[in-house]
C-alpha cells in the first residue's frame, strides 16, 4: 500500500498595512496570488515628501511595485504617460474615475493624482503595477481598480491630504 503525505504549506497572511498604508487583504489578495512568504522594500519617507518606490515580493519574486511621487502642480497628462513612459506603462489604459483630479486603469496596474500639500510640493501621484498580471488579459483590472480605489484614498489620509 502506497501512502502520500502532504505537508501544509499554509500562506503567508497577507499584511493590513502595505508600503506604510492600511488596505484590506481582501484587495490586495487578489493582487498577490499565489500567495507565499511576503516581504517588503520600502524607500518611501511620507515626512521628507521625496518620490520613492516601495517593492513587494511574494517568495522573492515581485508582485507588487508602487512608486510614490510627490510634485508641485498636475504631473500632466497621466493617459500619456501610461502609454508612452517606461515609469508608468500600462497595457490599454484607460481613464476612469476614482475619485481622484485624474486616474488611469491598465491590465496590469493603474496610477492616480490628486492635491495634496506636502513639504516638496501641492500634488502627489500614486503609481501601482501589479508584476504577475498578464499584461495581454485584463482578468485583473477590477480588482487593480478596487484596489488602487481605496489604496489611494488611504495613502492620501496618511499624508495628511485626504
Not at 497572511?13 to 498577490?32: F, K, N, R, W, Y
Not at 521625496?50 to 511595485?65: E, M, Q, S
Not at 490599454?92 to 506636502?118: H, I, M, Q, W
Amino acid at each position: 500500500m502506497l501512502s502520500l503525505t502532504a505537508c501544509d504549506t499554509a500562506d503567508e497572511a497577507i499584511p493590513e498595512t502595505i508600503c506604510g498604508t492600511p488596505v484590506s487583504p481582501d484587495l490586495s489578495g487578489p493582487l498577490l496570488r499565489p500567495h507565499g512568504k511576503i516581504a517588503e522594500g520600502n524607500r518611501v519617507d511620507r515626512q521628507k515628501a521625496r518620490t520613492a518606490p516601495c517593492v513587494v515580493t511574494v517568495d522573492d519574486k515581485r508582485a507588487l511595485n508602487f512608486r510614490f511621487a510627490f510634485h508641485d502642480g498636475p504631473p500632466g497628462d497621466l493617459m500619456a504617460y501610461s502609454r508612452e513612459s517606461t515609469v508608468i506603462g500600462l497595457t490599454e489604459p484607460a481613464r476612469v474615475d476614482l475619485g481622484f483630479e485624474d486616474s488611469v486603469l491598465g491590465n496590469e496596474g493603474a496610477t492616480a493624482t490628486a492635491r495634496c500639500k506636502t513639504v516638496t510640493g501641492d500634488h502627489f501621484t500614486l503609481t501601482v503595477q501589479v508584476e504577475r498580471a498578464n499584461k495581454l488579459k485584463q482578468d485583473l483590472r477590477p480588482a487593480v481598480e478596487a484596489f488602487m480605489r481605496a489604496y489611494m484614498a488611504e495613502t492620501l489620509k496618511t499624508l495628511g491630504c485626504g
